[in-house]
């Protein structure tokens, strides 16, 4: 079965490509498809993605993708490879195919392939209390924040504005979802008053862009593997600590004030690698963020959804002494 074909009608686009043709490419003696094998991540971030295996018994994701995301996939083929050159931890480049390329075009698509790796399920929400997961995932953003300052390459990818893609959603949301609007009046009023006054005083720092719990690989008792480097990039110093215990919070809001997150925030601020005024405005980092997984649900019109995230947004607000008072007594 070394010539077996994709037909499966869900996946017109791969139809009948043959994956022994495509693995030459990398060397890789193809032997069956693992659709039975859950892939970390989110799907969304390729048109296509399956877990091979070849005739050593290696399983391997390839992932597919059409020409219009070639810029942009290159882009981040080319930063992870940089990065695991500079030494950053728990980094997973793309394999090189025979001619040293991370991305071949093969039937009109373009295809990367990266070893599967197989970890461990997060016990949810009972993770929320794993304090060794927080100095974990602290010490990877340490590493990386100290291992890309000076990289000329990464420099060259722009900077991020969190205050501007904001402002921009509320303006959309005053035309088209007059009634979201109103109900993050108090939240709007709130993030104008201050934090977009001082936004641009927070310093920029390489980011993960994606980074949270659901994008890590775990094993017992460590990482294996930090995935999704879609939306990498230069953003505020506090962006991806703010992306993580937002993602907490709203699996489980009490979650901000327990273990994994308050040990996460002990570590980073021990590293004095984040100033004291990026902390001072990390709470309202973690709503404005909200506004990009908001933008996501009105996207996929889920109306669920959207109101869980409008009413996280706005119990954040309600209670953020609370919240800020456990971070700092600690």
């Not at 698509?109 to 790796?117: D, G, K, L, N, V």
């Not at 990039?233 to 992306?243: C, H, R, V």
């Not at 506004?291 to 953020?320: A, P, Q, T, V």
């Amino acid at each position: 079965m070394s010539n077996q074909l994709v037909n499966d009608p869900s996946h017109h686009l791969v139809k009948n490509v043959d994956f022994t043709e495509l693995l030459n490419h990398w060397d890789i003696e193809y032997e069956s498809n693992r659709s039975d094998i859950n892939i970390h991540g989110s799907p969304e971030r390729t048109t296509y993605r399956i877990v091979i295996q070849d005739k050593k018994k290696s399983l391997y994701v390839l992932e597919m993708f059409l020409k219009e995301r070639y810029r942009h996939k290159k882009l981040i083929s080319d930063s992870l490879d940089l990065l695991n050159k500079n030494g950053i931890f728990f980094i997973q480049p793309f394999l090189r195919s025979i001619t040293d390329d991370s991305i071949i075009e093969f039937n009109d698509r373009y295809w990367q392939i990266i070893p599967y790796i197989d970890g461990i399920d997060l016990d949810r929400p009972r993770y929320i209390f794993d304090s060794w997961r927080g100095i974990k995932s602290a010490e990877f953003l340490i590493d990386l924040w100290k291992k890309t300052k000076g990289l000329s390459f990464l420099k060259e990818m722009g900077i991020f504005s969190l205050k501007s893609f904001v402002l921009e959603m509320i303006e959309i949301m005053k035309r088209f979802n007059k009634r979201q609007y109103q109900q993050l009046g108090s939240v709007i009023s709130f993030l104008k008053e201050d934090f977009f006054k001082e936004y641009d005083s927070i310093s920029q720092c390489f980011s993960h862009g994606d980074f949270h719990q659901l994008n890590i690989i775990w094993s017992n008792d460590s990482i294996l593997s930090v995935i999704d480097w879609e939306f990498l990039g230069f953003k505020p110093e506090i962006y991806d600590i703010a992306n993580l215990l937002g993602c907490i919070g709203i699996e489980e809001p009490t979650g901000l004030i327990q273990e994994y997150a308050v040990s996460f925030i002990n570590k980073v601020k021990t590293s004095n690698m984040i100033s004291d005024i990026s902390f001072h405005y990390l709470l309202d980092c973690i709503i404005s963020l909200r506004f990009g997984w908001l933008s996501e649900w009105f996207r996929k019109k889920d109306n669920d959804m959207i109101n869980l995230e409008i009413d996280y947004m706005n119990l954040l607000l309600k209670n953020r002494d609370v919240i800020k008072s456990k971070w700092n007594s600690n």
